[in-house]
């Protein structure tokens, strides 16, 4: 009633530079969090990958459940066999080591050499 038609017109208006600027602060929050959060984590993951696949004979291992063994036998991609007891062997799968202590020896391209 006392603000007139015109003044209420050229109020709503916005330019494109302050669009801009209402949403610079999100990209930048969105590029702290992937240098801080997203890349860190992708990289722990790349490396248990390649500690994973690297396991061996003669290894002692540490899985996630607190389990501490020496890996007597690769079953598979998916699985080893280690022994936590003299005696006592057991299967575990790979994505549940959690960190690789002594490594052991290398394996034995050929028995006959």
Do not use: C, W
């Not at 017109?9 to 602060?25: E, I, K, R, Y």
């Not at 690297?54 to 890996?71: A, F, S």
């Not at 299967?91 to 394996?107: C, D, F, H, I, N």
């Amino acid at each position: 009633m006392f603000i007139s038609p015109a003044y209420a017109q050229a109020a709503a208006g916005g330019d494109t530079n302050s669009m801009l600027m209402s949403l610079l602060p999100f990209a930048l929050i969105f590029v702290i969090m992937y240098f801080l959060i997203l890349k860190p984590q992708q990289k722990k993951v790349k490396d248990h990958a390649e500690m994973v696949k690297n396991i061996r004979r003669g290894d002692t291992i540490v899985t996630n459940g607190g389990l501490v063994g020496k890996v007597t036998k690769v079953v598979d991609d998916d699985q080893v066999e280690m022994e936590i007891s003299d005696g006592v062997r057991i299967r575990q799968l790979r994505q549940m080591v959690s960190a690789v202590r002594t490594k052991g020896e290398p394996a034995k391209e050929n028995a006959a050499s």
